[in-house]
């Protein structure tokens, strides 16, 4: 990856709607070849899809929490994972270093849809406890840096 891609990434993570054009113009590389490096991004992995950023709180989906999760005896993060990926109000989950095993964020309609989901979570029968921390206010939300 050169300083091109890294300027091409730029302008995808402000614009993804941007057409190759308009980025080989800020590039000084024609349509066909920003196409070309976009693919190879692609392949590669670094770039992972293109997405719409939706908020949240605008769908319904205002209350979000963070939970510690601990689980009996050792187990697997892919245990973790394949238990917490069919339920909906698990936004992302996290192994971590310390006394928890993994960090899962929670994202909720209401108070009430927070504790039924954080309920359905306790029951999972790999996890032992967890500690809640629900969030009162969002002070920064960065996306990654180019």
């Not at 009996?72 to 928890?100: C, F, K, W």
Request: charged share 25%; with cysteine.
């Amino acid at each position: 990856m050169d300083t091109i891609d890294q300027r091409i990434i730029s302008r995808l993570m402000a614009n993804a709607r941007s057409s190759y054009a308009d980025i080989g113009k800020e590039v000084g590389l024609s349509a066909p070849a920003v196409k070309r490096r976009v693919d190879k991004l692609l392949d590669t992995g670094v770039l992972r899809g293109f997405t719409a950023v939706v908020d949240p709180e605008q769908l319904g989906w205002g209350t979000e929490a963070f939970v510690e999760v601990h689980c009996r005896g050792n187990v697997a993060p892919h245990d973790i994972q394949q238990r917490l990926e069919s339920m909906a109000e698990v936004r992302a989950a996290y192994t971590v270093s310390g006394a928890a095993d993994a960090i899962v964020h929670l994202r909720a309609a209401n108070i009430h849809h927070l504790e039924t989901a954080l309920e359905r979570l306790r029951a999972v029968e790999i996890i032992d406890r967890t500690v809640s921390t629900v969030v009162l206010s969002r002070l920064l939300d960065r996306p990654p840096a180019p």
